[in-house]
């Protein structure tokens, strides 16, 4: 895959959610809700301020971040399901 985006955006691969509850019970794909955590695949060279002066991104190709529900565009690139979003719909980096 060869997606470069642009500017304060960045492209996001979902992490799996859980099948099964801690108690056991196991969630049918139907009523299974979008993760909201995922990994950075790409992201773009920074915001440009009112000079033109490029500010780099907080985010780094790697980083496990969180995200809000309704974040991002899903794409489909070489039959992976991926989100482009702006840097400002990530709500924080999970550090590890």
Same mark, same amino acid.
């Given at each position: 895959?060869? +997606?470069?985006?642009?500017?304060?955006?960045?492209? /996001?691969?979902?992490?799996?959610?859980?099948?099964?509850?801690?108690?056991?019970?196991?969630?049918?794909?139907?009523?299974?809700?979008?993760? %909201? %955590?995922?990994?950075?695949?790409?992201?773009?060279? !920074?915001?440009?301020?009112?000079?033109?002066?490029?500010?780099? +991104?907080? /985010?780094?190709?790697?980083?496990?971040?969180?995200?809000?529900?309704?974040? !991002?565009?899903?794409?489909?690139?070489?039959? /992976?399901? +991926? +989100?482009?979003?702006?840097?400002?719909?990530?709500? !924080?980096?999970?550090?590890?």
């Amino acid at each position: 895959m060869a +997606l470069r985006p642009l500017y304060d955006r960045v492209v /996001v691969r979902r992490v799996d959610s859980e099948t099964k509850t801690s108690s056991g019970i196991i969630i049918p794909d139907t009523a299974a809700e979008k993760p %909201q %955590q995922g990994d950075v695949v790409a992201a773009g060279s !920074g915001t440009r301020d009112a000079s033109g002066k490029t500010a780099p +991104l907080d /985010v780094k190709a790697g980083d496990r971040v969180l995200f809000a529900k309704w974040s !991002g565009t899903e794409v489909k690139i070489d039959g /992976v399901d +991926l +989100l482009i979003m702006k840097e400002s719909d990530i709500l !924080g980096v999970i550090e590890t």
